[in-house]
């Protein structure tokens, strides 16, 4: 059986050395030393001057919009996974959907402006599968606009743009650890912001409010991660420059080996580096998907419809005319891609893919 992906996991002895630690300082959560130390290694590992690790991809998704105080209306891309939408209902703001691009997948800047309002205060926008949005465009309508800007870069571990992190773009920008994710802690997530206020702000937010131990700025939630967590976290950074290698031999292997299969790839920005997080690609038709995604199964190889469905099919949201996204959910799926995904394995789903499409 080949599933889309498996989480990377270190040696055990490493991971075991870490909880050694644990055990010998009694300290299992509440911003513990283990917790700090992979802040400080991500900071210095992705570039950033400041960065803050939570539980999930979603709370740091839902304190950003908390942090900047966002109400009314926020413009948002129907394509992309389901917490970037019920993140904006959860803080009782109404998700507006902007249609996408129809080469990389991200929102559509063009398609922005129409969706402003007297109530809109935001911009909420995701790089999809680790491709950097039109920023340049989002921030100039943004600015003319005076509306804050969050990217969900949940897929964008090690992206960079321009020569920095993508993760330094926008008011705040918040990425995922989960385990499926390119670089995970089990369950995890982050906050990046440029600005001090902003950071100080959302480190209240993720703890609380606690101001200090005996007053409170504000209210708060618990976002804080744990020990076990941040001790995944160290161990599998010292593995990610391996885990990204294996990958990108293993992109280079699909795109060679199926390049006459009939399906189409993402456009990847000019100016950004790419890190290899998923393989999609697009079929001619909803049909030709379903078939091949058929074929696959029966040969035990299970890839993902995602994203799928388009956000602005779920039925708590207001119908929304996206047709590019809605066509695009339809006939896209995501491949087989992880660390120790061997080129025999490949060559086998590369096989029933390319058998597939000539019924
Ligand atoms: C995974 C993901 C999230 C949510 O992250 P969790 O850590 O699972 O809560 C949000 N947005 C996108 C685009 C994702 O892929």
Redesign the pocket.
């Known amino acids: 059986m080949i599933q889309v992906t498996t989480p990377f996991l270190p040696p055990k002895e490493e991971y075991k050395a870490y909880i050694d630690k644990i055990w010998d300082k009694n300290w299992l959560t509440n911003n513990g030393p283990l917790l700090n130390e992979l802040e400080l290694k991500l900071k210095e590992h992705l570039g950033l001057e400041h960065l803050l690790y939570v539980n ?4 740091a ?1 839902q304190l950003a919009i908390k942090a900047l105080d966002l109400s009314g209306e926020i413009i948002t891309t129907p394509f ?2 389901i ?2 939408t019920t993140a904006i209902v959860w803080e009782n703001c109404k998700p507006v959907f902007a249609d996408i691009d129809p080469l990389s997948y991200n929102i559509d800047p063009a398609k922005i402006e129409a969706c402003i309002t007297d109530r809109t205060s935001a911009i909420l926008a ?1 790089h999809v599968f680790g491709n950097p949005c039109d920023i340049e465009a989002i921030e100039a309508i943004a600015k003319k606009h005076h509306l804050k800007v969050i990217y ?1 870069a ?2 964008c571990f090690g992206v960079q743009y321009k020569g920095k992190s993508v993760l330094e773009y926008g008011d705040i920008s918040t990425i ?3 385990a499926t ?1 390119l670089y995970h802690t089990t ?3 982050a906050m990046v912001t440029k600005s001090p206020q902003l950071t100080y702000r959302l480190a209240k937010l993720r703890n609380f409010g606690f101001k200090t131990a005996e007053s409170f700025d504000g209210i708060g939630i618990n976002a804080k991660n744990s020990e076990f967590h941040a001790a995944m976290g160290l161990c599998n950074l010292k593995y990610i420059e391996a885990i990204m290698a294996s990958r990108k031999k293993q992109y280079l292997f699909y795109n060679d080996t199926l390049r006459n299969l009939n399906v189409e790839h993402q456009t990847i920005h000019k100016e950004a580096t790419y890190n290899y997080s998923y393989y999609p690609i697009l079929f001619k038709s909803e049909e030709q998907l379903l078939k091949t995604k058929a074929e696959l199964e029966t040969n035990w190889v299970y890839p993902r419809r995602y994203f799928y469905p388009s956000l602005s099919s779920l039925e708590y949201i207001e119908k929304q005319n996206t047709p590019i996204s809605d066509d695009i959910s339809q006939r896209i799926l995501c491949l087989p891609l992880y660390h120790n995904l061997t080129s025999e394995d490949q060559d086998y789903i590369c096989r029933i893919l390319l058998r597939a499409q000539k019924y």
């Open positions: 999930n991809g979603t709370i998704l992309s996974f917490a970037t995701t969900d949940a897929h995922s650890f989960h994710k369950e995890g997530g």
